[in-house]
């Protein structure tokens, strides 16, 4: 198999990137949940 | 008031604040020189390799010194709320932004007239039979530059590390002016001299789409 | 919700499914052998890259035509989910170049492009980072994110006039080109499910700037109402 290293390399970095990509929006979604959360509760105890 | 009326009024304005100091077209002048001879330091170039990369060296040497200078004419106006002066008189926001294209055009046009024969003599490159075509080419690449670039001014005067912005936004937009200027100036300037229609043509384009462009768009670039 | 979950689902599925078909139901290339499967995902690459950044263009005008803000919010997600598809194939390019033609990286039409590209829509990414008020960098990103559009073909077909190093095109035109059926399938796939999946991606990251757009105006409302007490409690009578 020629140069399989290269295509291995490919393949794991192609999905290693999209999946940290959504990682990244799935924790800032995530935190402004929590946000949103912690600012309706302050809104509730005016 | 006409739009051809009031570029022009914001022209001669533009035009008469800068002759009173002259210091951007020094400063332009001086950093494209600077440009020119830091290029032979870090490469040393023979005679063959000056005639061969000077058109790219020139051209280089002008997107920079202009996207520097570009900046100024925004921030200039920012710092004296002038804008908001501008904005209120009636007159399209394409006319500012026209009037402040036709300066820049002006300043840079200029400072490049002052630099080719300097970087001619520089360069070991003859001008004879070639100035003509030499100065469409040069107004063409030179409209490009200047559309583009006070588009760009007036969207980086709104952000923070604006000095920076300017640049970064202009030059990869740039890319495709500066390989057809390069092109066709250098088979202007090499043996047998000829104007290559097809870059001269396809900088004439480039020029018709960003004006367009900024045409359409002006409003939301002057906006408040 | 359900809707969500049973559409990552199948997307996950079909993209596994195409993976497998890169890797062992597409014949072996002649010349290349292995290392030509990265082609798959390269090419499917590029076609997410410009879909997402044609998603940015129609965001882009979309905003300034109505002045909804729903429509920086594509505007964005396109933005930054094409510099994430075009950074794959900026890193797949080269790992298949250097067995095939030797060197990394090669300044021909394609890779310059694609190159130029990358770089103004990241600085359109960093644009937006140094703009604070939400309208007016929805505003001006809009319009410098039009002029990059604009530029693009420029930028492509300058760097063409001038040279060419590029392989003849496998499936689109030029001399010497054509696909192995079964070739060609496999590639219908893998654009076909990375499509698909930058559609979700998309989606997600539209979410989150909806999201960020909600949490803003609950915080505005949270001062307004912090001040508002405080001025009340100030102006009582001493």
């Known amino acids: 198999m020629k140069n399989f290293g290269n295509l291995f390399a490919a393949w794991m970095l192609v999905w290693a990137i999209f999946f940290v990509y959504e990682v990244s929006i799935a924790r800032r979604i995530a935190r402004l949940r929590q946000d949103m959360e912690d600012l309706k509760r302050q809104l509730q105890n005016k | 008031m006409s739009t051809a009326r009031a570029a022009a009024l914001i022209l001669a304005k533009e035009l008469r604040l800068e002759l009173r100091t002259r210091e951007l077209l020094t400063a332009t002048v001086i950093f494209a020189l600077i440009v020119v001879v830091l290029f032979s330091f870090a490469f040393d170039p023979t005679v063959a390799e000056s005639r061969r990369y000077g058109p790219g060296l020139l051209w280089i040497a002008f997107l920079f010194a202009g996207s520097l200078m570009l900046h100024p004419s925004f921030a ?9 002066a501008l904005r209120l008189a009636p007159v399209s926001s394409f006319a500012i932004l026209l009037g402040k294209m036709l300066a820049n055009f002006v300043f840079l046009f200029v400072a490049e007239v002052i630099l080719v024969p300097v970087f001619a003599v520089l360069y070991n490159v003859s001008l004879s039979g070639v100035v003509g075509r030499l100065i469409l080419v040069f107004v063409l690449g030179t409209l490009g530059l200047v559309v583009t670039g006070t588009v760009f001014s007036a969207i980086s005067a709104h952000t923070r590390m604006r000095e920076l912005m300017l640049p970064l936004l202009l030059l990869p937009i740039l890319a ?9 100036t250098a088979s202007l300037l090499s043996p047998p001299a000829t104007l290559d229609r097809t870059w001269v043509s396809f900088l004439a384009a480039f020029d018709i789409v960003f004006l367009t462009a900024s045409w359409l768009l002006a409003d939301f670039l002057v906006e408040e | 919700m359900k809707l969500r979950i049973v559409a990552t689902f199948l997307v996950v599925a ?3 499914f195409a993976g497998y078909a890169a890797l062992f139901i597409a014949p072996d290339e002649r010349t290349m052998h292995e290392v030509q499967r990265i082609f798959y995902f390269h090419v499917a690459s590029w076609s997410a890259c410009f879909t997402a950044f044609t998603v940015a263009f129609i965001g882009n005008v979309g905003y300034l035509a109505t002045r909804k803000i729903n429509w920086d919010w594509l505007g964005v997600a396109g933005a ?6 075009c950074s794959i194939g900026l890193v797949t390019g080269p790992l298949w170049a250097k067995p095939v033609w030797g060197v990394w990286w090669t300044w021909d039409p394609r890779l310059t492009t694609t190159f130029i590209l990358w770089l103004l829509y990241v600085s359109y990414l960093l644009l937006r980072g140094l703009i604070e008020e939400p309208g007016r960098r929805a505003t001006l990103s809009a319009v410098f994110g039009i002029f990059a559009f604009l530029d693009v073909p420029l930028v492509y077909m ?3 006039l001038w040279r060419t190093q590029h392989p003849a095109p496998v499936i689109f035109g030029g001399e010497g080109s054509g696909l192995d059926p079964t070739m060609g399938k496999v590639l219908g796939l893998c654009i076909v499910s990375l499509l698909c999946l930058i559609v979700l991606v998309l989606a997600d990251r539209y979410r989150l700037e909806s999201l960020r757009h909600e949490a803003d105006e609950l915080r505005q409302e949270v ?12 102006k009582a009578p001493s």
């Open chain 3, 80 to 85: 930054e989910v094409g510099v994430v598809a």
């Open chain 2, 176 to 184: 495709p002016l500066l390989i057809a200027a390069v092109e066709a």
């Open chain 3, 14 to 16: 079909l993209v596994c």
């Open chain 3, 158 to 160: 300058s760097n063409r």
């Open chain 3, 223 to 234: 001062e307004s109402r912090t001040l508002g007490s405080e001025s009340l409690s100030t």
């Open chain 2, 76 to 84: 200039r106006e920012q710092s004296n709320d002038t804008l908001d």
